[in-house]
């Protein structure tokens, strides 16, 4: 805990695994997502769905699928 009582975010995002993440930032207020997302130079609604499309591609890797045409089941929105 921090001197003023807060719990600081990166000691709990630490425990989380990559699959949490990406359910926590889907699920984040458009205002907290799109301040997330401009840090990295894009919106809130494709950030999403990159995250999402991220989450699948590492579990479709982890289990030992081919990525060979691959069907994600979220596209990101474009631009």
């Known amino acids: 805990m921090s001197n003023d ?10 425990l989380l695994d990559f699959g949490e993440i990406s359910n926590l930032f889907v699920g ?3 205002p ?3 301040v997330i997302a401009t840090e ?3 919106g809130a609604r494709f950030m999403k769905g990159v995250v999402q499309c991220l989450n699948n ?3 479709h890797v982890a ?3 081919r990525l ?4 994600y089941p ?4 474009s631009r």
């Open 5 to 14: 009582g807060k719990f600081p975010i990166w000691a709990a995002v630490e």
């Open 28 to 30: 984040l207020d458009e």
């Open 32 to 34: 907290v997502a799109t």
């Open 40 to 42: 990295f130079g894009s």
């Open 57 to 59: 591609l590492r579990n």
């Open 63 to 65: 289990h030992q699928s």
């Open 68 to 71: 060979w045409n691959f069907y």
């Open 74 to 77: 979220q596209n990101p929105p």
